[in-house]
């Protein structure tokens, strides 16, 4: 005997309002805010993010028994906290949600997706080797956005407060904001698309921090891009004296800032090491110090040495002279 479909009543006795009635059901089946998680699948299926990031990471589980592969959990934890559920324990209650499973191509019959101990299993799964992996493959997906290999990337680097409600690793407190948290360190490039970014305990990072970052990154950009230039573009977390000299030890870039309303203006120059000026003889010295004429030809001149075209202050500041490198 085949089932027999029943609608459910409206709900009587409600007024109207604006002169239209309003009515009120209770057949709509499985309802969800989250539909934009639908868009973001077609997004993450080109980029495959979760994939990139899932091949850095050494599976120790037994293949027969794998129910979750690592792409998935990675792939569900990327679209919880997109929609805002940030906090892993969302996942025991949004595992069987219509959407997500739409989401991670699973329909509503079907299995649950992965629980909460499963991604807590797998953030704690990655060592430092693997997390420096996972940096450098999302280096590669940006590099892999360009059409063509650019001249120069302007780099924008700077450090962020990130506040936890919990007992993290890795938290400290920071006095400025008045809580715990992470400060990472995240990349952009000029143009305002995401690079890379560093987890971190929420303290400044030093200059040394920074530059050994910075060697990284400007590696794994040369390695997609031969010919490309990485100009670093100086913020606060790297407009500093020691970063800079240390970029230029580096044979990074040295950079230079100029402050303009709402944004920063970087110039850049290629590090070279000023050369060795040489000295004339002493025999030539001794020889000019002793001759009364080239004395009394120097007082003849124009005028004093402070107003001689050689001594004269350029328009950078610095002494002309022509037998000094510029550089």
Known sequence: MPAKVETTPALPGLSPVGGKPVIARFDGGHLSSDGGLLVLREVEQRLDVAGRLAACIMDPRDPERIVHGLDEIIRFRLLMIAAGYEDGNDADRLRTDPMFKLAMERLEDETALCSQPTISRLENLPDTRTLLRMGQAMVDLYCASFRQVPRRIVLDVDDTFDAVHGEQQMRLFNAHYDEYGFQPIVVFAGEGRFVTAVLRPA?????????????????QLRANGPGSRSCCGPTATTARLRCCAGAGRTRLTTCSVSRRPARCVVMSRAWRPAPLRASPPRTARASSAASPSSTTALQAGTGSSASSPASRPGPTGRTRASSSPAY
């Open 203 to 219: 303290k400044r990072p030093s200059g040394r921090e920074i530059r050994a970052f910075l060697r990284r990154l400007v590696r």
